[in-house]
């Protein structure tokens, strides 16, 4: 079945550690996206990418790193320059406008962190 | 910029009951409006989209309407479920492509047996 992996499910770090979150697909999709998640809030977008070798900022891109060398993984790295990186993180992905622009996003089932 | 609003926060139903979910948006200029299912834990999972130039779309026992001019969509939920207890986000797909998608905090809908 075509989908979105990420994982793990649960991860734990202690504080002043990088970590890294993994995502794949198998959807042939070209667009990819990293959001987080906190109670009371709406997702925000932390990176995207829509084509292999290229990503863009979000609205809260400071203290993660990103890359994009195959067009199946978009793996997100939390720094230890992420001030408050206790979050559900989210990954999604899209057809491209050429792939057919009204395409709806697929998500995975998120990776839990937690940094004491 | 554009905020999505969903009203209420939570829900309760007994099972059984038809329901109707809000999704507010400030900006008409919209591509799409995405409704969504997220169990505890877990993922979003796509209900049902709707592209601008359309009025709604029907999945089953769900059914989604947009009104751009009002900047505000629906969902119905026909003969709740247990199951279908969940939280429920709207998200909307504005101008500057792929990345200007914004989510709505979501319904947190309990259908009680």
């Known amino acids: 079945d075509g989908g979105i992996t990420q994982s793990p499910k649960y991860l734990f770090r202690k504080e002043g550690q990088n970590v890294t979150l993994s995502c794949e697909q198998n959807?042939?999709?070209?667009?990819m996206y990293w959001y987080r998640q906190d109670p009371g809030q709406g997702l925000r977008l932390i990176y995207y990418?829509?084509?292999?070798?290229?990503?863009q900022k979000g609205d809260i891109a400071e203290g993660y790193s990103v890359s994009r060398e195959k067009k199946e993984s978009f793996p997100l790295t939390v720094t230890s320059a992420q001030k408050n990186p206790t979050a559900f993180y989210l990954c999604a992905s899209s057809a491209s406008p050429l792939q057919g622009r009204n395409s709806p996003l697929h998500f995975g089932n998120g990776t839990r962190l937690t940094v004491t | 910029k554009q905020e999505v609003t969903q009203i209420p926060a939570a829900l309760s139903v007994p099972e059984g009951e038809n329901l109707v979910l809000n999704c507010s948006f400030t900006d008409s200029a919209i591509y799409n409006l995405q409704w969504f299912r997220q169990d505890p834990g877990k993922g979003l999972t796509s209900l049902l989209l709707?592209?601008?130039?359309?009025r709604e779309q029907t999945s089953g026992r769900l059914n989604a309407s947009l009104d751009k001019s009002s900047g505000r969509s629906t969902l119905y939920i026909a003969a709740s479920q247990p199951g279908d207890s969940a939280t429920y986000l709207c998200a909307v797909q504005g101008s500057g492509g792929y990345q200007k998608v914004t989510f709505g905090t979501g319904t947190k809908l309990q259908v009680i047996p």
């Open positions: 959807l042939n999709h070209d667009a």
């Open positions: 709707i592209q601008s130039s359309q």
């Open positions: 990418s829509q084509i292999v070798n290229d990503f």
